[in-house]
């Protein structure tokens, strides 16, 4: 496109035009004219300078160079962000459940700073055992599965394929098994422990919540919304899993339920009438047991009858081996049994509660001996 500028002859070269109007662009001169104008005389001549437009604009291209120049803000930094934390915090639990891993299977007292000897009962209870595996290790697990993927997500070179699309949600799923968890221990903790305090149980429940919340936070609704049924379906397993676990433990025996007593062994006084001897034997042929504990005043009555010989023929079960504490069950033997009360005697399969007499437990074993000498 042409156009058409008016320059003054008389001065030095200057556009007539106002300044705002100029364009911000060069312009090329291709050639000019000299005429004469039909204007009054003293009016000065006027050169038409025909002028043509070069494309790419300076100003708008400064523009964009600059717009190059200023980096775009993207979600990257507030993934990583994110990242850091799980793999910080994904770290400490991992090293507190380690910790407590080796306590368990060495079968070494924890440290307590708070909460002493019932931070002990708790975490040596068996709800510290979901399906006969120790929970400080299913907690090791989980806690370093979470700093692994951190690490990787975060730009970490390791040997875990696998990438954000995969990994977010992965994150977002264990995460809210371990809250929901939490949850459930913080319950039982109210509930089956009355009055004891777990320190490592509250931080452990502290860092769940917190890397919950976390990684929750780096989804937006919408995300969520198209991946919400992952994370609960797995928070809803785990809750299932550990109902029907606990539920299955029968529950502390109202005569201990109060006591807090290490285990102690009592003296049996009497020595063991022939009688005795013999039906002892016999009950050992037949596979009869005797279940008892420690601190059963009828326990002790019931070897007393059967004398100090005897007692070391029969078979007996003691159902607290290590002592009564707030949240001990008995020995999966008794458990299993169904032990109710002590002394418990089971004889060719059928269940006696209370003490017997010799004379009874011959008649329930079918012991009959004439060769030697009934009791006095």
């Given at each position: 496109m042409m156009e058409s500028m008016f320059f003054s002859s008389s001065s030095p070269l200057q556009l007539s035009l106002p300044p705002k109007s100029l364009p911000s662009f060069p312009v090329s001169i291709s050639s000019f004219t000299k005429f004469k104008s039909n204007s009054r005389p003293g009016r000065p001549g006027l050169v038409l300078l025909p002028a043509m437009c070069i494309p790419g604009p300076i100003q708008d291209t400064e523009k964009s160079e600059n717009a190059e120049e200023i980096p775009v803000p993207s979600s990257s930094s507030s993934n990583n962000s994110t990242y850091t934390w799980c793999a910080a915090l994904g770290g400490l639990g991992f090293l507190e459940t380690t910790y407590l891993t080796y306590l368990k299977i060495s079968n070494t007292e924890p440290f307590c700073a708070v909460g002493g000897g019932s931070c002990s009962d708790v975490l040596n209870s068996d709800y510290a055992v979901v399906l006969g595996v120790p929970l400080p290790l299913i907690g090791m697990t989980a806690y370093g599965l979470i700093m692994l993927l951190g690490l990787k997500l975060g730009g970490w070179d390791l040997p875990i394929k696998i990438n954000q699309t995969d990994g977010?949600?992965?994150?977002?799923?264990?995460?809210?098994?371990?809250?929901?968890?939490?949850?459930?221990?913080?319950?039982?903790?109210?509930?089956?422990?009355?009055?004891?305090?777990?320190?490592?149980?509250?931080?452990?429940?502290?860092?769940?919540?917190?890397?919950?919340?976390?990684?929750?936070?780096?989804?937006?609704?919408?995300?969520?919304?198209?991946?919400?049924?992952?994370?609960?379906?797995?928070?809803?397993?785990?809750?299932?899993?550990?109902?029907?676990?606990?539920?299955?433990?029968?529950?502390?025996?109202?005569?201990?339920?109060?006591?807090?007593?290490?285990?102690?062994?009592?003296?049996?006084?009497?020595?063991?009438?022939?009688?005795?001897?013999?039906?002892?034997?016999?009950?050992?042929?037949?596979?009869?047991?005797?279940?008892?504990?420690?601190?059963?005043?009828?326990?002790?009555?019931?070897?007393?009858?059967?004398?100090?010989?005897?007692?070391?023929?029969?078979?007996?079960?003691e159902c607290f081996p290590d002592g009564v504490k707030k949240g001990v069950m008995m020995v999966p033997a008794c458990t299993k049994a169904g032990i109710e009360g002590f002394p418990t005697w089971i004889i060719n399969d059928e269940v006696f509660s209370g003490e017997k007499t010799l004379e009874e437990l011959a008649e329930i074993s079918g012991f009959g001996n004439d060769s030697v000498n009934q009791p006095n």
């Amino acid at each position: 496109m042409m156009e058409s500028m008016f320059f003054s002859s008389s001065s030095p070269l200057q556009l007539s035009l106002p300044p705002k109007s100029l364009p911000s662009f060069p312009v090329s001169i291709s050639s000019f004219t000299k005429f004469k104008s039909n204007s009054r005389p003293g009016r000065p001549g006027l050169v038409l300078l025909p002028a043509m437009c070069i494309p790419g604009p300076i100003q708008d291209t400064e523009k964009s160079e600059n717009a190059e120049e200023i980096p775009v803000p993207s979600s990257s930094s507030s993934n990583n962000s994110t990242y850091t934390w799980c793999a910080a915090l994904g770290g400490l639990g991992f090293l507190e459940t380690t910790y407590l891993t080796y306590l368990k299977i060495s079968n070494t007292e924890p440290f307590c700073a708070v909460g002493g000897g019932s931070c002990s009962d708790v975490l040596n209870s068996d709800y510290a055992v979901v399906l006969g595996v120790p929970l400080p290790l299913i907690g090791m697990t989980a806690y370093g599965l979470i700093m692994l993927l951190g690490l990787k997500l975060g730009g970490w070179d390791l040997p875990i394929k696998i990438n954000q699309t995969d990994g977010r949600p992965l994150l977002l799923s264990v995460s809210a098994s371990m809250a929901a968890a939490s949850s459930y221990f913080l319950y039982i903790l109210a509930t089956k422990f009355d009055g004891a305090s777990c320190s490592y149980c509250l931080a452990s429940a502290t860092l769940s919540f917190s890397l919950f919340f976390i990684i929750l936070k780096d989804f937006g609704l919408q995300e969520l919304q198209k991946i919400v049924g992952l994370p609960l379906c797995t928070a809803a397993i785990v809750l299932a899993v550990l109902n029907t676990t606990y539920n299955s433990l029968p529950p502390i025996m109202s005569s201990s339920a109060a006591m807090d007593l290490p285990y102690y062994t009592t003296e049996i006084v009497k020595e063991s009438s022939p009688f005795a001897i013999s039906l002892a034997k016999h009950l050992k042929s037949v596979g009869a047991k005797m279940y008892g504990a420690f601190w059963c005043s009828h326990c002790q009555e019931q070897k007393e009858m059967l004398g100090r010989e005897a007692m070391k023929l029969l078979d007996y079960v003691e159902c607290f081996p290590d002592g009564v504490k707030k949240g001990v069950m008995m020995v999966p033997a008794c458990t299993k049994a169904g032990i109710e009360g002590f002394p418990t005697w089971i004889i060719n399969d059928e269940v006696f509660s209370g003490e017997k007499t010799l004379e009874e437990l011959a008649e329930i074993s079918g012991f009959g001996n004439d060769s030697v000498n009934q009791p006095n």
